[in-house]
């Protein structure tokens, strides 16, 4: 019979010594709200930015997921444009229908060329 350790989160290779670190009670709602941002425990976003590292956005992360989802819904968009002109001619399709569908692309567009100037706009470019 095997007999499986529970591995606690707080030990492993980093969790040989602590740094104690006096801070106000405020300062300390400001770095654990800006730890829940980044989607990080407090005592690793300290450790990442004292060594220089800088954590990833959340900010940036949730403008990637809604260009991703923006995408998808353009591209199922202009599926059913296609679906309508192209695969069922025989189906009277009204020309009212046909502008809102391109209205509905258009303006996905254009969403998703506001989201990628936000991304530019937050994330730095990479050095050549």
Known sequence: MKIEKQRNK???PRAQK???VRMTIEEYDQIKRTAEKVRLPVSTLLRELALG???PSRIEQDTFLQVAYLRGDLGRLGGLLKMWLVDAPSEAVSEADVRSALHKILSRQ????ELVERLRKIIPAKPK
Do not use: F, L, W
């Not at 254009?110 to 060329?113: A, K, R, V």
């Open 10 to 12: 707080n030990v492993g």
């Open 18 to 20: 602590s740094v104690p």
């Open 53 to 55: 590292h800088n954590p």
């Open 110 to 113: 254009d969403e998703i060329c």
